[in-house]
Structure formats: structure tokens, C-alpha cells
């Protein structure tokens, strides 16, 4: 595993621990100002599972479980992360491209796990 990699992975556990304001967050090149979309992951769906964004506009995402531990993978834009359901995780996002972008769960997670997905719309 490179130093990025382990970086990134130490950087989205501290987030976890964190909670769930954004008071104060001190990730790298994220403003505690930047609106906040929770997400919740429960066996088999998203909720929500739509996502409207604005091209260039940051957002963290707020990533919880109500179960098990679940993935959250959207190649397109180059985000992935594990929503779990003992802390909030939080991904920062800017749309770099206007589009429909499938995210799913990339943690197989019972009967049904193919199904659990949902779309970011990145409008201009």
C-alpha cells in the first residue's frame, strides 16, 4: 500500500471519529462551510439515493450505516468510501464533469447487494 493510500485511509478514519458536525473539520482542502448531504446505507438501498450537484460547487458527503458495514463507490468521480454504522464518514466532493453518475455498494453485503445503488446528477 503506497503513502497516499495509508494517508487517505488514516485521514477517513479520524473523519469517522470526528462525528458528525462540521465544525472545525481540518481535512485538507475541505471548508467547514461547505454544505453537508448525509447519506444512509441500510440493506439494500440508499437514502437517499439521488444526488443533485452543481458542476465545480464542494460538498461533503455524510456517509452512515444503519447495519452493516457498506461501501460507497463512485468511479466516475473518482470518490469511494465506507459508510459504517458506528460513526458518520465524511467524503468531500467537487464535480469535475456534468453528468448522471452511478454509485453503488462495492461491499458485498447479503441477498440484494447487486441492486444497491443510486445516481449523482451534476448539473452546469
Not at 447519506?39 to 464542494?58: E, N, Q
Not at 473518482?78 to 454504522?85: E, G, L, M, Q, S
Amino acid at each position: 500500500m503506497g503513502r497516499f493510500a495509508r494517508w487517505q485511509g488514516s485521514a477517513l478514519l479520524l473523519l469517522a471519529a470526528c462525528g458528525s458536525t462540521n465544525a472545525g473539520d481540518t481535512t485538507p482542502g475541505v471548508d467547514a462551510n461547505f454544505p453537508v448531504i448525509a447519506v444512509s446505507a441500510r440493506r439494500w438501498s440508499f437514502v437517499p439515493d439521488t444526488l443533485h450537484l452543481k458542476l465545480g460547487a464542494p460538498v461533503l458527503i455524510e456517509l452512515s450505516s444503519a447495519d452493516v458495514l457498506h461501501g460507497f463507490d463512485i468511479p466516475a468521480l473518482n470518490v469511494r468510501a465506507d459508510a459504517t454504522p458506528q460513526a458518520a464518514t465524511r467524503v468531500p466532493l467537487t464535480p469535475n464533469q456534468v453528468g448522471t453518475f452511478v454509485f453503488r455498494c462495492d461491499i458485498y453485503c447479503g441477498s440484494g447487494h447487486e441492486e444497491m445503488q443510486g445516481q449523482v446528477i451534476v448539473e452546469p
